[in-house]
């Protein structure tokens, strides 16, 4: 939901509301449904379909609609909280409208939950999920019990949510409100509607090119958010990248402490990454306070997972017992995570991996990784790009981003957002002919089931398949595993390893 459109109602505690959920099933929205819920609050939901989230937030005492909208809300409603993927035209939008029943953002009621707790928000344009999830996991195992919200499911987490202590339980910071760590994103300028005590910014990169005009705007956007945090005598903090977050235009007239990190010498906390054994170090001007062996291969993982934890320290958790937690993060779905491995009738072996990437500095990053760590034969990357106008605006990126591929598929566009006139702009046969041009082999294949049919025809011993993409390519990986069970259970000697 467009935030430029409306103004932000005020209002008190969530918990004294009777609130109904419209888009309960994304990641975010039942994240925050469940931790509210926790606390008492009295919540309903509505969503379009089915499935384990839905059936998970019954579980928990949250009655769920789902199917065609209604009309009306349920009895007693008192605030509506609508996805960002809801528009005012939805039914129940305009249900509220007609009888006078408030209405607010998820990035709304995201942020009023963070009032009256140490908050912690983590921005950027990569790593967000990633870094959320790592953050919470150490500050769970060294004892500081925060609650957590983030965009994608932990298995460590328990999911995509957790409750946590409503004080500090321990360490430094003991008796303060307690923790919740949260993802901010950039996109519709949400993120403004945080109320953080502490802020991280990975990195910034020209992104969500449909809303923002410019990297200039983006920028901007990120200065606003920086502005947020309380003044350095109030307890504000932010941990910002040496290089690659535009830190000096971002810090420029803010009031919170400002710390930088990265693998310069320069940055604040210096961080050293071994990739041969995905060793991670971190140096405080010059002596080393902590280090761990990362289980999420790549640079990008070694810099999310010093910025976890950095902020653990900073929020009272001990070097050595960080060192711990991060050693033990086994990462979350959908980032470089290995669904299992395929043996087909010859006796080759396929790694199957799927990654959310989507953002060329991301496919990028992801590509090289899994190449360092698994050093394949071949390295075939299925990638689906989300959103025409994405796929527009960056196309150049693209085509270079895909170097450490061997061969590269590419199936229909992911269509979401974007006007009917904007996917008329570009198609996955334009990105194919710019990867071609760059020297990558590439190919465009439609439909999923033509490109599992490739795999089965094309896969050789040793080879590492990877789907990489926002949208629902990852079922092509599961497809193409499925394939060898079904053999196998049909007396084929083939078969799919979980």
């Known amino acids: ?125 990569h790593g967000k999920s990633t870094t959320t999830a790592m953050t919470s996991w150490v500050g769970i195992r060294c004892g500081l019990d925060p609650s957590v919200i983030v965009g994608a499911t932990c298995g460590q987490l328990g999911g995509g949510s957790r409750t946590g202590a409503l004080e500090i339980p321990t360490g ?30 990975n ?64 940055a604040d906390y210096q961080v050293i990454y071994d990739a041969a054994a995905s060793r991670v170090g971190v140096l405080w001007r010059g002596h080393v306070v902590g280090s761990w062996t990362n289980r999420m291969p790549g640079s990008h993982n070694a810099l999310n997972s010093a910025a976890a934890g950095i902020i653990n320290n900073w929020l009272g958790a001990d070097w050595e017992d960080i060192e711990c937690a991060l050693s033990e993060f086994s990462g979350l779905d959908r980032r470089s995570q290995l669904l299992g491995t395929r043996v087909l009738e010859s006796g080759a072996r396929i790694e199957v991996f799927d990654d959310y990437g989507h953002h060329p500095t991301e496919c990028e990053k992801t590509l090289r990784a899994l190449r360092t760590a698994h050093a394949p034969e071949r390295l075939i990357c299925v990638f689906q790009p989300h959103q025409h106008s994405r796929t527009r605006f960056l196309l150049e990126q693209f085509a270079s981003s895909f170097r450490e591929a061997d061969e590269v598929i590419v199936p229909h566009i992911y269509f979401v957002r974007d006007s009917e006139v904007e996917k008329t702009r570009v198609s996955a046969q334009d990105l194919v002919d710019r990867l071609d041009a760059k020297g990558t082999r590439a190919l465009h294949i439609g439909a999923f089931e033509q490109i599992v049919e490739h795999l089965e025809a094309h896969c050789r011993d040793g080879d590492l398949v990877v789907t990489m993409g926002a949208g629902p390519v990852n079922k092509i990986a599961f497809d193409f595993l499925a394939r060898g069970r079904s053999r196998t259970a049909g007396g084929v000697a083939s078969e799919a390893v979980a």
């Open 1 to 125: 939901m467009d935030e430029t459109t409306r103004t932000p109602r005020a209002g008190g505690s969530l918990l004294d509301l009777r609130m109904h959920f419209v888009g309960i099933g994304g990641c975010g929205m039942s994240g925050l449904a469940l931790m509210l819920v926790r606390r008492g609050a009295r919540i309903t939901g509505s969503d379009q379909s089915e499935g384990d989230v839905i059936e998970r937030l019954r579980a928990e005492g949250i009655p769920v609609r789902t199917g065609l909208a209604e009309e009306s809300l349920p009895a007693g409603t008192e605030l509506v909280v609508a996805s960002a993927a809801i528009k005012g035209d939805h039914p129940e939008i305009l249900a509220a409208n007609a009888e006078g029943v408030d209405w607010i953002s998820y990035a709304e009621a995201l942020g009023r939950a963070q009032r009256g707790t140490t908050g912690v928000s983590i921005a950027g344009t």
């Open 172 to 201: 430094r910071l003991r008796g303060k409100p307690g923790v919740l760590v949260c993802e901010a994103c950039e996109f519709n300028r949400s993120f403004h509607q945080h109320h953080p005590t502490i802020g991280l910014i």
């Open 203 to 266: 990195n910034i990169e020209e992104d969500h090119l449909d809303y923002y005009g410019s990297l200039d705007e983006i920028i901007a956007s990120f200065h606003d958010f920086a502005r947020l945090l309380p003044s350095a005598a109030q307890g504000g903090k932010l941990l910002i990248a040496e290089d690659g977050a535009h830190r000096r235009e971002v810090c420029a007239g803010i009031d919170c402490e400002t710390v930088t990190f990265g693998f310069s010498p320069e």
